[in-house]
């Protein structure tokens, strides 16, 4: 079996086109273990100039661009937003959907986050699926029951089938920002969980869907968490603004 590893740089609201060209420069031949993609991740102003630069800079092609939210509708009057289509124009090909920052400051329900799904698998991007639980919801173990309630609706909107085209990120949301990173056991239990969830409506889906660990990741956490039989990759935030610790962070995934 083959699974690729992703690397995501989730720059939130940070960076500016100083970082894009750092980091253009800093990714020019780093090496990448086998079946290893990078994904950057800059605020919507930023996908364009990043696109050309990676080009221009002869990136890897193993280095993609992926914006960090997209609309679920096609087009129209929807002031501020910004479509699957813009996005395919610009040659990105990726789209984080259903961040916690995203569920919980702009009240994104898990029934809007399956629409977005749906309309970034229609368009042939490849939505990076962002779950899970709260401090509270953990210490009261309903950490199943909330990933469960986050999964479910997408799979019932897109179908089991699709998920192949999917890429899910388990972020603890009590480890975002926060530097209290889940421990590698509890990172890949819960991992474990979410791909035997899968596997409950597709073994052969389940067994290749790339779930990627977010949460506190840096370049000091990052091979033990990658080495998780379950973990393949990462969603990196923070550490993801810091070019050289980024590159560790990148080198030290691996397919599997
Ligand atoms: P940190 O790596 O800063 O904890 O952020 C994780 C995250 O939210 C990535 O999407």
Redesign the pocket.
């Known amino acids: 079996m083959t699974r690729r590893a992703i690397v995501?740089a989730?720059w939130?609201m940070n960076g500016d086109l100083a970082l894009v060209n750092t980091m253009v420069s800093s990714l020019t031949n780093i090496e990448l273990q086998d079946n290893v993609n990078v994904v950057i991740c800059p605020s919507s102003p930023y996908l364009s100039e990043l696109v050309v630069k990676a080009r221009a800079g002869n990136l890897s092609a193993a280095i993609q661009v992926g914006a960090q939210n997209v609309s679920e509708h096609e087009s129209g009057a929807f002031t501020g937003e910004v479509s699957t289509q813009m996005l395919k124009e610009l040659s990105v090909e990726f789209v984080?959907i259903g961040?916690?920052?995203r569920r919980s400051y702009y009240h994104e329900t898990s029934t809007q986050v399956a629409h977005k799904v749906n309309a970034v698998l229609k368009s042939g991007l490849t939505p990076i699926l962002?779950i899970g639980e709260s401090e509270a919801e953990r210490a009261t173990e309903q950490t199943e029951t909330v990933l469960a309630s986050q999964l479910q609706p997408v799979i019932d909107e897109v179908g089991i089938e699709k998920f192949i085209d999917v890429v899910i990120?388990y972020?603890p949301v009590w480890?975002?920002?926060?530097?209290k990173t889940a421990s590698s056991k509890m990172a890949q239990e819960t991992h474990q969980f979410i791909r035997q969830f899968l596997a409950q409506a597709n073994e052969n889906v389940a067994a290749k869907v790339p779930l990627l660990y977010?949460?506190?990741?840096?370049a000091s956490n990052c091979e033990e968490l990658f080495a998780q039989p379950d973990i393949d990759g990462g969603?990196?935030?923070?550490?993801?603004l810091h070019a050289e610790q980024f590159k560790v962070i990148c080198s030290a995934a691996k397919g599997k």
């Open positions: 995501a989730n939130k984080i961040h916690s920052e962002c990120a972020e480890a975002i920002g926060t530097g977010g949460g506190s990741v840096k969603l990196i935030g923070g550490a993801s």
